[in-house]
């Protein structure tokens, strides 16, 4: 079966001439489907005019629900990333460094994508590819200083050595005292032709999966010699993108099923990049609703391997699809609060600068230069010509934007909408302000957003508001009406809500809630108390889309919780509540995922067998383990994921509508003996649209079977 390779983008000789890279929230009612198929009703829409925002279109109205006590964790110093390259010129000019400060970026890579596999920090080379001036690890850090940020670090190990890397984490801590924290082993080590597609330098004789793992225990061993107190990362792939799924010939697992089980409790944070493409804005602007699944299935992967609770770096990203006009601008607003929603520490988007490409023209007539840089590198393709050096392109406002809605040590809380083409995201403050960020992806024409709100009773001044309209070059900003705002076509639009006084509870958020124990019905949490009072009890929440829904209460803290559903994921929270009724902040998410029955009269044995990114082959065997033969057996289980179809299969029927899926015997296999004297096995390929984490929940002739 052909695997699709991704589109890559290698070293350049000469910079700023191709596109260079280094070869809500999220939980919302509306399918990917649904989605994809209202976005593309309007692709063929002509722009218009910015529209007034005092305008009302009653039949484009939108219900946009928010939930301030359903608490999906806060952002980090670290969240709002950016990419620098060694062969960028500009990258440490002042002008690049106050534009950068100024969109709020915390976090700066270096030395640049798969660069980071070929350079050599003691003497500033990198050879096959071309080093600019200035561009040297010192004047780096000159510029994440003088942002205020934090470098992530790229350790060469494509063509270095840990000892290598273990002399530039001394340089840094040690000598300059930097204090460097985050620093990766390799870049896009996967794409280093183990897999037949081949982009990244690695010059080891064993490319595979197995000696990448072991050779991260080896970075991890000499960097922290040099520093203990650095985070070591390791690379994966992300699930549901070349090559995920993928197994190299005599291989029994895919690139993340080889890795994590080794670098498990020794690489302190793992490393994925996500460039999910699209054929166009319309469907660009509908895969950071994927996003959330592959992250939840990262997740699920991590946990399963013995790596629960390790941190996720999303350290590259971009649409690949009109990269400098305004859809991409909406792309990236919506990437960055997606990724932070479930679970990423940083999301950094590729690049500062870096050239342009292929000349096209976005749906709203603005010329896309190809370039997938967040300034302009001032270059040409014929007689088309960027902009100025270092003038912002359209994505750079939508990650300006992400200031206003939230900063470091704020809360992001869940929202949704009842229209695919309107996105929300909400933030609230750590001064007790709610901020809502709106997203409009139609090109075409504004919708009235009408906030509704759950946990939050505003004081009915006037709103903070900031808008980014399509085809603007600047960040507007005003007040005004905070429950109805109408968001002009193709424009993102913070909205700030200022709490009524007494209303907020002084308690602080219960903390690190963990997960103790879980069976097939049950999980019982324990947390650390709140601060700010006493409170009068403790009441754990299950995330329902925006809607919560109390399962227990208790005044310690500790809880267990009852009646759960066999192999179901739940994200759950913890609040506290004072002697005035008033609840307090939501923790941080806890994700809970029970396990399939102890005790049953049927077991079922799902494997993946192989896959190519879109799509994989899977094996399910199934088991009679009861007192009684079964002649003729239906199996029903369901896909977590509603990107994901049978496209075919063998040694059963199998049926499917929506995400559920029926089994049934052919002529030759519809026996099970009792107490497990047979198996049946039977397989089928599934085509996956992101995420494709595996069924947990069977059913044999209607009973409930124990999964592995």
């Known amino acids: ?45 002509l722009p218009a005019a910015a529209a007034d925002t005092t305008a009302a279109d009653a039949s484009a109205a939108v219900d946009v629900t928010v939930n301030a006590d359903q608490g999906l964790g806060t952002i980090p110093d670290t969240a709002y990333g950016l990419n620098s390259a060694i062969w960028d010129a500009h990258m440490n000019t002042s002008d690049t460094q106050d534009l950068i400060k100024a969109a709020g970026i915390g976090m700066l890579r270096y030395p640049g994508g798969s660069y980071g596999d070929i350079y050599h920090w003691q003497t500033h080379t990198a050879p096959g590819g071309y080093v600019a001036p200035g561009t040297d690890f010192d004047s780096f850090m000159g510029t994440v200083q003088k942002v205020g940020a934090q470098p992530i670090l790229i350790a060469n190990y494509g063509s270095g050595t840990p000892d290598e890397a273990a002399g530039w984490v001394r340089y840094a801590n040690v000598t300059k005292k930097y204090g460097a924290k985050f620093w990766e082993v390799g870049n896009e080590l996967y794409g280093n032709g183990h897999y037949g597609s081949g982009w990244e330098t690695d010059e080891h004789a064993d490319t595979s999966p197995t000696a990448y793992a072991h050779g991260v225990l080896d970075y991890i061993s000499a960097m922290k010699a ?76 991590l946990d399963a391997a013995g790596a629960a609770d390790t941190p996720i770096a999303l350290t590259e990203t971009n649409s690949n699809v009109l990269m400098d006009t305004q859809p991409n601008a909406l792309f990236a607003a919506d990437t960055y609060l997606t990724a932070l929603a479930n679970g990423a520490f940083t999301v950094d988007w590729w690049d500062t600068h870096n050239g342009v490409g292929a000349i096209s023209t976005a749906p709203d007539g603005a010329t896309d230069y190809g370039d997938m840089g967040l300034l302009s590198s001032g270059g040409c393709t014929g007689a088309v010509c960027e902009p100025p050096v270092n003038t912002p392109f359209a994505p750079y406002y939508g990650i300006q934007m992400l200031s206003h809605l939230g900063r470091p040590g704020d809360q992001l809380v869940n929202a949704g909408t009842d229209n695919a083409l309107v996105a929300a995201h909400a933030v609230r403050q750590a001064d007790g302000d709610l901020s809502v960020l709106l997203i409009n992806k139609d ?25 980014f309209r399509d085809r ?17 076509p193709y424009s993102i639009t913070t909205v700030t809500l200022h709490p009524k006084s ?82 307090s902040r939501a923790s941080a998410p806890v994700t809970v995922r029970t396990t399939s029955p102890a005790e049953s009269t049927c077991a079922v044995a799902y494997r ?18 009861g007192p009684d033969p079964i002649d003729g057996w239906t199996l029903a289980f369901a896909f977590p994921d509603s990107g994901v179809s049978v496209t075919g299969y063998w040694n059963a029927n199998v049926s499917q509508s ?13 026996a099970l003996a009792a107490h497990g004297g047979n198996s049946v096995s039977f397989g089928f390929t599934g085509a996956n649209s992101g995420a494709y984490s595996p069924p947990t929940v069977f059913t044999l002739n209607g009973t409930v079977c124990t999964t592995t």
């Open 472 to 488: 603007a070059s600047a960040v507007e900003t005003s007040t005004g009406d905070g429950t109805s705002r109408t968001l002009p």
């Open 502 to 583: 007494g209303t907020a509870s002084a308690l602080g958020a219960p903390r690190s809630p963990k997960v103790a124990s879980v069976t097939d019905t049950t999980a019982t949490l324990s947390w650390s108390p709140s601060t700010g009072g006493t409170p009068v009890r403790y009441e754990v929440y299950r995330q329902q889309g925006t809607t919560s829904e109390l399962l227990t209460g208790t005044t310690s803290t500790t809880a267990t919780v009852r009646n759960l559903t066999p192999g179901t994921t739940y994200t759950l929270n913890v609040l506290a509540r004072d002697a005035d009724g008033r609840l």
């Open 443 to 467: 090109p075409s024409a504004s919708h009235t957003a009408r906030l509704r709100l759950s946990g939050y009773t505003p004081d009915g001044s006037p709103a903070d508001v900031a808008v």
């Open 1 to 45: 079966m052909h695997a699709v390779e991704p589109h890559v983008r290698r070293p350049p000789g000469r910079p700023a001439r191709t596109p260079l890279r280094g070869p809500g929230p999220v939980r919302r009612a509306l399918t990917a489907g649904a989605v994809a198929a209202a976005l593309l009703a309007t692709a063929g829409r």
């Open 658 to 670: 929506g995400r559920n899926v029926v089994a049934t015997p052919v002529s030759y296999n519809a």
């Open 226 to 301: 040099a520093d203990p107190t650095i985070k070591v990362g390791a690379v994966l792939t992300t699930p549901g993108n070349w090559p995920d799924g993928v197994m190299g010939s005599g291989e029994s697992a895919d690139w993340n099923h080889t890795v994590v089980p080794i670098v498990a409790g020794k690489a302190d944070f793992v490393i994925v990049h996500w460039y999910p493409g699209g054929s166009d804005a319309a469907g660009m602007l509908n895969t950071p609703a994927q996003l959330a699944g592959e992250l939840q299935q990262l997740r699920a992967e």
């Open 608 to 625: 993946l067998t192989g896959g190519w990114g879109s799509g994989f082959n899977a094996e399910v065997t199934v088991t009679d383990t």
